[in-house]
């Protein structure tokens, strides 16, 4: 029998989300990870770990995990696949990648990756530096909205202060388009530690179309509709600056535009947007002079704001309603963190030149795809990339690396990516932990590393600190991402971009200003900053004027609004009412769940338990109007297509809105389509519909209807088998 107790325990950090939580792990006998418990002298998480954390050991040990590099040896999506070396793998990628840009040019070849994971900080330097200005990814419908439209406005991303490093404790909280401490941790803040300041603050207020158990526990719940949210924004600032309830002295200060402002919003009364939110208005009014009474507060802004055609407009409102209530850099508002001195930044929340784009050339930048389209776009727009695959508009890449990343179930129109995937591109390699859909239609798949299995200085999404992360396990030839691209830049001669002999060498670089080596770090285990306030009293806001930028010039010299403007979902029962009476439902996806991280997981057992199936959330009189119970099979359908959920009866959802699970594919089905069409909600929308300045997409506000499925189609997704 096994002994309970641990034969030695290791602090290191999970990256099974974007918490980057502190973890202790517990070692058997023979050095093996056999559990993962929260660490309680964290300053970071204090003893915090979520189910994706805890089944770590459970994750490195599943019997399915990619091992070895394999080459495809069959047709596309026919599963035959043959071992290879590391170096066979590396010199066949060198050699197609080096053939097709001598014969097309860089651009032709294309990386994409997944959600920001920490091969972040090489893939974009990869990509750029090899030439090609095709980098991938999903930032504009994740983060980059708040990001891009924080650097434009105040200089720098705004974070709650919710760990108190000032002394002081938001007072109040604005929770809008987040649910991060319910589903564990999102932009390196962890959910507990959110929860924490919630149970704190004086006054907490929630902004989201459902009843979360953060709603349900708020002073105020302002349960919008799906889409209205930068109309919600712009009826607060009317109101607190209608009232007089703006801090004068930081405004006169520290803004630049506030009479404009001020002008502006003088026609969003709460009476303007109660109709258009459902947010009654007299609410309204209690919420602005609610938060503007609250010293310090802070917003947990989160992805929910970021899957719209307003995503970059109201993430702008939301800028603007810090700054005028004085709450930018103050101890319990949104700080600008301190980052510790002696380690080299590779946060691009700091470091701009992370992803390597000073490689680019300005033609090389003009060769994009999408280059132009949304004039504070990500980079390579995701949609316009799969579109080009297909069409060959403005022309057609012929090799891609996806790193970390399943677009058929996580790009919208995966049907697109898979017949990119199988039928246009020349070459595809795919780097990843398990046997995907994505990953059975590549010519070449490749074995990442498990966060178990890296050592790392960890300096991403969090600031303030950089923790270490210890490498304590190796499973087959699993590698990490950026030891692997690290390799293959060498190879294709990218030494200026890459000028670390191997992955020790780069992380002895990180930490040589500091005069510390990775072992004596990975001892210490977390590196503090010295965080100071009110920073703009002397160095000013990084922006072209200096001040917070309430009028964006940089907005304005684009040719684009140059304070928010609200604009209706292209898909609404307001903008469509007749195609709403065929799809009366309001569509919402996306929104994350404990179990998950996206499509990642269904495959572990400990976690699928927790969520066996996809759900669809409805309103019960809804579903009993549609003859629908708890637990019944249904069919979201919408003008694109058709996805397949169990009824989960939700009272805390508007009648007319629905909310479906996103991510979901059936590990335990046979390949290579391992029932991904079945259940994906991606697949329900369209690629003609954009926020013109990022390029997000409206995917948490579209029309559906809902309809029993078929009684032969009855049968419930079968839950993964345990162990």
């Not at 939700?650 to 991904?676: I, K, N, T, Y």
């Not at 189609?713 to 839950?719: C, F, I, K, N, S």
Request: hydrophobic content about 40%.
């Amino acid at each position: 029998m096994q002994s309970s107790q641990p034969a030695r325990i290791v602090r290191t950090s999970c990256r099974g989300c974007h918490g980057v939580c502190q973890v202790l792990v517990h070692l058997d006998a023979e050095g093996r990870p056999v559990k993962v418990v929260g660490d309680p002298q964290s300053p970071t998480s204090r003893g915090y770990v979520c189910p994706k954390g805890a089944s770590g050991p459970e994750f490195i040990r599943h019997p399915d995990r990619l091992l070895h590099p394999m080459r495809r040896t069959g047709p596309r999506g026919g599963g035959k696949w043959e071992r290879i070396g590391w170096d066979e793998a590396l010199d066949l990628m060198a050699t197609t990648f080096a053939r097709i840009r001598s014969e097309s040019g860089p651009e032709y070849v294309a990386l994409c990756q997944g959600t920001g994971r920490p091969y972040t900080e090489f893939t974009g330097r990869f990509i750029h530096a090899f030439g090609s200005p095709n980098y991938v990814g999903p930032g504009h419908n994740c983060f980059l909205p708040r990001l891009i439209s924080s650097a434009i406005t105040v200089g720098w991303l705004p974070v709650a202060d919710v760990y108190g490093h000032g002394g002081v404790m938001p007072a109040g909280v604005l929770v809008f388009g987040c649910n991060a401490p319910a589903f564990g941790a999102a932009d390196g803040m962890c959910g507990a530690l959110q929860r924490r300041a919630l149970r704190g603050a004086r006054t907490v207020l929630v902004a989201d179309p459902r009843r979360t158990p953060t709603a349900a526990a708020a002073d105020l719940h302002l349960q919008l509709r799906p889409g209205s949210e930068c109309a919600l924004v712009l009826a607060l600032l009317h109101v607190i600056i209608g009232e007089g309830l703006h801090d004068a002295e930081f405004v006169e200060k520290h803004c630049q535009g506030f009479p404009e402002l001020a002008e502006h919003v003088r026609a969003f009364s709460p009476e303007w947007a109660a109709p258009i939110t459902r947010v009654p208005a007299e609410d309204i009014r209690r919420a602005a002079r609610a938060f503007a009474a609250a010293s310090p507060a802070c917003v947990l802004w989160g992805n929910g704001i970021d899957m719209s055609v307003n995503a970059f407009q109201t993430g702008r409102a939301l800028l603007l309603l810090m700054a005028v209530t004085g709450n930018l850099d103050v101890p319990g508002g949104m700080v600008h963190w301190v980052p510790p001195e002696g380690v080299r930044c590779k946060s691009p929340l700091e470091n701009k030149d992370v992803l390597g784009a000073q490689f680019l050339t300005e033609a090389q930048r003009g060769r994009m795809i999408g280059a132009g389209r949304f004039p504070f776009g990500p980079g390579c727009h995701q949609p316009t990339f799969w579109d080009a695959c297909v069409s060959g508009e403005p022309y057609r890449p012929r090799a891609v690396w996806l790193v970390g990343t399943n677009p058929m179930l996580t790009a919208t129109r995966g049907d697109v990516v898979e017949a990119a995937l199988r039928d246009h591109l020349e070459f595809t390699v795919a780097s990843d932990f398990f046997m995907t859909p994505t990953m059975e239609l590549a010519d070449l798949v490749l074995p990442a590393a498990h966060w178990l299995e890296q050592d790392d200085v960890v300096y991403f999404h969090k600031l303030w600190c950089v923790l270490a992360r210890r490498r304590l396990a190796q499973t087959g030839e699993a590698r990490d991402d950026r030891a692997v691209i690290l390799d293959l830049a060498h190879r294709l001669g990218l030494d200026e971009a890459f000028p670390w002999a191997d992955w020790d060498a780069y992380l002895a670089w990180l930490l040589e200003p500091a005069g510390l080596t990775f072992e004596r770090f990975a001892e210490k285990g977390i590196l503090l900053g010295k965080m100071c306030y009110r920073k703009h009293e002397t160095e000013g806001f990084p922006t072209p004027s200096g001040k917070v930028e309430l009028v964006s010039s940089i907005m304005a010299r684009a040719g684009r609004p140059s304070l928010p403007v609200y604009r209706e979902p292209p898909l609404s029962p307001v903008s469509m009412p007749e195609l709403a009476a065929e799809y009366p439902l309001i569509l919402m996806s996306g929104c994350k769940v404990l179990p998950f991280f996206h499509s990642a997981g269904r495959q572990i057992a400990s976690l699928r338990r927790l969520r066996p199936r996809p759900l669809v959330a409805v309103h019960p009189e809804t579903a009993a109007r549609l003859g629908l119970a708890e637990g019944d099979a249904a069919d979201v359908v919408t003008p694109y297509g058709r996805a397949r959920f169990f009824v989960r009866c939700d009272a805390g959802l508007a009648r007319d809105v629905v909310q479906a699970d996103h991510g979901w594919w059936f590990p335990e089905r046979p390949g290579p389509e391992h029932g991904w069409r079945e259940s994906c909600a991606n697949l329900l929308y369209g690629h003609e519909q954009f926020d013109p300045d990022s390029g997000a997409e409206p995917i948490k506000c579209g029309l559906c209807r809902l309809e029993p499925a078929e009684r032969a189609g009855r049968v419930a997704a079968d839950p993964v088998a345990a162990g």
